[in-house]
T-cell receptor, first 113, second 110 residues
Framework: NAGVTQTPKFQVLKTGQSMTLQCAQD?????MSWYRQDPGMGLRLIHY???????DQGEVPNGYNVSRSTTEDFPLRLLSAAPSQTSVYFC????????????FGPGTRLTVT | GEDVEQSLFLSVREGDSSVINCTYT??????LYWYKQEPGAGLQLLTY?????DMKQDQRLTVLLNKKDKHLSLRIADTQTGDSAIYFC??????????FGTGTRLKVLA
């Protein structure tokens, strides 16, 4: 199993550009989520999905879109990048076991100039 | 709202024990987790504890939970230089929402 994979690893965007961060998992997990990590702020939930076709907003959803057409993939779209979206983005998926532990991808470091 | 707090830094000597502390506010927390993040990497799940437990031991790791005081700790025995990383505490009440602390940077001195 590859676990949770993310691409790209690094990205630089100009203000106003759009892009999609890719996330895939091969563990057949129903629950997937996107977080951003900023210095001194821990991880904050952007969007999550409890299964194909079902998504919902987290704590900081503005400026981001998600969709879930398959169990494996959960892309995050930045509609019009802003410098405030400079961050490290992590995708995670969750086991269906009762302990609810999440498994994280390696992250995408995004810089918006 | 719910919050999870951790101290920012901890420095220990190689071979000593490290204790990383965490406090949380959500009284309905069901599971509490410890994650390790090495530079440039994602979060790696180290261990977790269910809220009806007081202690969990896993090799060099010991988790203590004081539910009355909403205090969680992670003890690493015989700390090695490879343990240098950022450690995150997180909690969930079993819904789809997880609250993460800001992380404790552990530095192990040789």
């Amino acid at each position: 199993n590859a676990g949770v994979t993310q691409t790209p690893k690094f990205q630089v965007l100009k203000t106003g550009q759009s892009m999609t961060l890719q996330c895939a998992q091969d563990m057949n997990h129903e629950y997937m989520s996107w977080y951003r990590q900023d210095p001194g702020m821990g991880l904050r939930l952007i969007h999550y999905s409890v299964g194909a076709g079902i998504t919902d907003q987290g704590e900081v959803p503005n400026g981001y879109n998600v969709s879930r057409s398959t169990t494996e993939d959960f892309p995050l779209r930045l509609l019009s990048a802003a410098p405030s979206q400079t961050s490290v983005y992590f995708c995670a998926s969750r086991t269906g076991q009762i302990s609810y532990e999440q498994y994280f991808g390696p992250g995408t470091r995004l810089t918006v100039t | 709202g719910e919050d999870v707090e951790q101290s920012l830094f901890l420095s220990v000597r190689e071979g000593d024990s490290s204790v990383i502390n965490c406090t949380y506010t959500d009284s309905s927390s069901t599971y509490l987790y410890w994650y390790k993040q090495e530079p440039g990497a994602g979060l790696q799940l180290l261990t977790y504890i269910f809220s009806n437990m007081d202690m969990k031991q896993d090799q060099r790791l010991t988790v203590l939970l004081n539910k009355k005081d909403k205090h969680l700790s992670l003890r690493i025995a015989d700390t090695q230089t490879g343990d240098s990383a950022i450690y995150f505490c997180a909690e969930t009440s079993g819904t789809y929402k997880y609250i993460f602390g800001t992380g404790t940077r552990l530095k192990v001195l040789a």
